[in-house]
């Protein structure tokens, strides 16, 4: 099924964007899925907004709270507009609680830190509370980190600020933001690294990451897999490949299976493609 969608955006102009409806046999089949390709990496970051804006308004009217779980690398950028006129006035920022889905273990004023990079970006640009800013704890080592932070939500779990999945047990937030690299990585689930299987923890971490800086804490595929929405946002041509991977069959011939064919969500896949990216399909 190909058909056309159009968005009407802030700008009162008009985004046409081609929505996929793709038969996956990668990603689990019980995922609704969901694959918006886009003229322009700035019609992403329009749509992006959006779409985020639309269900914070959704998840603040059900449940009185919309919690977001942000990537590093360049998602931050592209989510330039939501920090923009319409949003930054219309979107009920003191309701959001901010996590990361990954973290590179450096001091949060380190130029690598995801929060670091967040914050330059979006976090200092709208008036959401810092109590409701989950950073991790920078003076730890990535085992304890890693520990810190999941202690951290199961604390906000029993006080009942997050909710649990009824399927899987496992923290349940409305909304993940999440990119990709090349090699096919989510959060700092790699390839070729086991934490990628883990089945037990909430957040693990890592020591040995190929992709610089070495030591990381992220989010287990349980939990990323247990969120109500996720967006993958996906631009450039360097991700046509495994775009195409993704959203194929999901086979690599001869290797590992790629963590991004692992990502589903419990309501709502949506992929954001630009034009490079969706190169390929
Ligand atoms: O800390 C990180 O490195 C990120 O959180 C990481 O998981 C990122 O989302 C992907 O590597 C995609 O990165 P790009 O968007 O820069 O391609």
């Not at 929060?115 to 800013?133: D, E, H, Q, T």
């Not at 890592?206 to 804490?217: G, H, L, M, N, Q």
Request: hydrophobic share 40%; charged share 25%; aromatic share 10%.
């Amino acid at each position: 099924n190909v058909y056309l969608v159009v968005y009407s955006t802030a700008l009162s102009s008009f985004i046409v964007a081609t929505e996929l409806v793709i038969p996956t046999a990668s990603m689990a089949a019980k995922t609704k899925t969901k694959v918006l390709k886009f003229d322009s990496e700035e019609d992403v970051a329009v749509a992006l907004a959006k779409y985020t804006a639309d269900l914070s308004e959704k998840y603040v009217k059900q449940k009185g709270s919309f919690s977001v779980v942000l990537s590093g690398g360049t998602l931050i950028d592209t989510l330039r507009k939501l920090v923009e006129s319409p949003y930054k006035d219309s979107v009920d920022w003191s309701k959001w609680l901010i996590f990361w889905v990954d973290e590179r273990v450096v001091p949060l004023d380190h130029e690598d830190s995801n929060y670091l990079l967040a914050y330059r970006g979006f976090l200092s640009k709208v008036p959401i509370p810092a109590s409701n800013i989950y950073a991790i704890n920078d003076k730890k080592s990535p085992e304890d980190a890693a520990d810190d932070y999941e202690e951290r939500l199961k604390h906000l779990v029993e006080s009942k600020i997050l909710p649990v999945s009824d399927v899987t047990g496992f923290p349940k937030f409305d909304l993940m933001l999440l990119g990709m690299g090349p090699d096919g990585h989510v959060a700092s689930l790699f390839p070729s690294r086991q934490h990628r299987y883990e089945k037990k923890r909430w957040v693990t971490f890592i020591t040995d990451s190929p992709k610089p800086p070495p030591p990381r804490i992220t989010f287990t595929f349980p939990v990323i897999n247990s969120a109500s929405e996720i967006a993958m946002v996906i631009t450039g041509a360097d991700l046509a490949d495994t775009t195409k991977i993704a959203l194929g069959d999901g086979q690599t011939p001869g290797s590992t299976p790629l963590p991004c064919c692992e990502v589903s969500a419990e309501g709502e896949l949506t992929w954001f493609l630009d034009k490079d990216a969706a190169s390929k399909l």
